[in-house]
Nanobody, 126 residues
């Protein structure tokens, strides 16, 4: 079973930037679509962004469009989330996840992702 390890979270002032990374242990990383999700205290986990296994298709939540960019480097088994113009409402634990099946683009549904990292905290101060 693949392991996903997130990094890059931290405390940043509003308007600042962070780049999250998620590295997978699986040698089949390049065949799975990947997603980023977040969960704020007392809120449900929500979709942030996702990217097709090939890297040529991405989707974003409306709340982050134009500010966040998802990308991947299949040679490094890593998916990234570049977060710019951060707002206090972006504060949450951020999780990366891999889709249930290979060569499948599940989009925004949390339930379509089977493998999850442990999460990394992002805190944006006002």
């Amino acid at each position: 079973q693949a392991q996903l390890v997130e990094s890059g979270g931290g405390l940043v002032q509003g308007g600042g930037s962070l780049r999250l990374s998620c590295t997978a242990s699986s040698r089949t990383f390049s065949t799975y679509s990947m997603g980023w999700f977040r969960q704020a205290p007392e809120k449900e986990r929500e979709f942030v962004a996702c990217i097709k296994w090939s890297g040529d298709t991405t989707d974003y939540a409306d709340s982050v469009k134009g500010r966040f960019t998802i990308s991947r480097d299949n040679a490094k088994n890593t998916v990234y989330l570049q977060m710019n113009s951060l707002k206090p409402e972006d504060t949450a634990v951020y999780y990366c996840a891999a889709s249930y099946r290979q060569f499948w683009y599940p989009g925004t549904q949390v339930s379509s992702y089977a493998y999850w990292g442990q999460g990394t905290q992002v805190t944006v101060s006002s």
